[in-house]
Structure formats: structure tokens, C-alpha cells
């Protein structure tokens, strides 16, 4: 395998995803390093989810999770995406790349520096470019999304989602309380608003409104109070979505390989 061509991947969640498959498909070796309990709610379309069943494909790249550098090397020799639990980054040093990538998208830098590889990226807030990262691409939706900053840093977290059909900040649920979650309806469900979706323990979780249940985090997972939890689409007929990267993380995909791209030339 041409380790000249390994791109390290902190963060497995689906926006990284987009840029994990892009980069796949363009004919790069990825290893993406994990936290041991990932908290992606879009799990159908997020790498991470191999963290829980070992192995986990998205459309047609499968990624496994592997516990030694000779594993990741023979994972990723088959085009198939290797992934490590190593929140702290410590791998990095450990074999040869030439780019990482933070899509960690943790809302600042958990500790991404420039001297990582000859060229690294920093998606969304938290990062400076020049200072922090080589490159930043914009998360934000709209006109400048997917942009590369070279000098500077990505536009400040709203913490308002997406609009989908005039629906933003009801399509979120967050975990009323701390404790446990135990899921009681599953991703791609349909779901009415005040309806039961998961309890915190004994405490239930209603839908904050009616339609496709599009996210949801992982069953058995450790919440605290106000934790992103699930995700609603008012749009019912959208099925396929649930399994399929979104135009943002194939947007902002577009941004890392561009900014690859032009480093290799």
C-alpha cells in the first residue's frame, strides 16, 4: 500500500463521512481515528457506527474497526475504510500519511495542530487556518458552504439546524435529563408529535414534532441533560435519506478533496 496516499480522519460522525467516502472513491487510503462511545445521531450514514458492530457500510464503503496499524494497513490495501478508538490522536505519529483531516466538528480544535502532516484541514468552527490548520472549509449552510479559507477562521456555530420545510429547531430533540438511553422506536420510523421515541431512564423523550425519525442516537448510550438526541424530518417520503450521506457532507466533502487536491499539485 502507497502510504503516500494515507489521509487520517479524526471523527467519524455522517458530516465526516462525506468526506471519509469522497476520499475513498478518489483513490485515498483512509484511517479514521474514534472516540470508544461515538455519539452520531444519523448512524445509518455514519462510519463511527463500526465502533459498535465492528464492521458498518455506508452506500457501498464498508469501514472496520481494527486495533493495530498492521490491520489498518491491510483494511485499507481492499479500499475499505479502517477505523481505531484513539480520541487523543496518538496513531497519527505512528504511520505515514500525508494529510489529516479534524471533522470532529466538536465546535473547536481538540487538539489539531499543523505539524500533524504536511497539509491539514479543520472543518467548521474552532479552527484558524494558518495558525491552527492549513486549511478551513466552511460547514455553515449557505452560499459559502464547502469554501476553503486559507487565512482565517469558519463562521462562528448558530446553533440553529437546518431548515427543512419551515421547521429548524422543533426537527432536534434534546435529552430532557442525565442518564441512560433506551430507545423505543428506531431510525427510518414514522413518528407523531408527543409520541414516545426513547426514555432517559424512566423519564420519556417525545417527539417534538411529526414525521421521519432520521436520527437517533445509539441505544444504551450515556446521556447529560440538553444532549443532541434525535433528529425529525417533517418530510415523510424521504426513506432513502436515512441511508444515504447528505448534501452537506457531500458539499463539504468536496471542499477537503479540493483542498487536497491542489496541496499534491
Do not use: W
Request: charged content about 25%; hydrophobic content about 40%; overall charge neutral.
Amino acid at each position: 500500500m502507497d502510504m503516500k496516499k494515507c489521509v487520517i480522519v479524526r471523527g467519524g460522525g455522517d458530516i465526516a463521512t462525506g468526506t471519509i467516502y469522497k476520499l475513498v472513491k478518489s483513490g485515498f487510503q483512509v484511517l479514521v481515528l474514534e472516540v470508544e462511545k461515538p455519539s452520531a445521531i444519523r448512524r445509518n450514514v455514519a462510519f463511527c457506527q463500526a465502533v459498535y458492530e465492528q464492521k458498518f457500510t455506508v452506500e457501498d464503503i464498508t469501514c472496520v474497526l481494527v486495533s493495530t496499524i498492521e490491520e489498518a494497513k491491510k483494511v485499507m490495501a481492499k479500499n475499505q475504510v479502517a477505523m481505531m478508538i484513539d480520541p487523543k490522536g496518538e496513531m497519527i505519529s505512528k504511520i505515514e500519511h500525508f494529510a489529516v483531516v479534524d471533522a470532529i466538528l466538536a465546535k473547536k480544535n481538540l487538539g489539531t495542530t499543523m505539524d500533524m502532516a504536511p497539509i491539514t484541514i479543520g472543518l467548521g468552527p474552532g479552527f484558524c487556518a494558518g495558525k491552527d490548520v492549513h486549511v478551513v472549509v466552511e460547514t455553515m449552510r449557505g452560499h459559502n458552504l464547502g469554501r476553503l479559507i486559507y487565512e482565517g477562521c469558519a463562521l462562528p456555530n448558530t446553533g440553529v439546524p437546518g431548515n427543512i420545510k419551515g421547521y429548524s429547531k422543533e426537527r432536534v430533540i434534546h435529552s430532557p435529563c442525565t442518564g441512560i438511553c433506551h430507545n423505543v422506536k428506531k431510525i427510518t420510523d414514522i413518528v407523531e408529535k408527543g409520541e414516545i421515541i426513547a426514555y432517559i431512564d424512566k423519564t420519556p423523550v417525545y417527539a417534538s414534532m411529526s414525521g421521519l425519525l432520521r436520527g437517533l442516537i445509539q441505544d444504551g448510550y450515556s446521556v447529560t441533560s440538553g444532549f443532541k438526541m434525535a433528529d425529525i424530518d417533517p418530510r415523510e417520503d424521504e426513506y432513502q435519506n436515512c441511508f444515504t450521506i447528505s448534501d452537506k457532507a457531500r458539499c463539504i466533502a468536496g471542499g477537503v478533496l479540493e483542498a487536497i487536491l491542489h496541496d499534491l499539485s
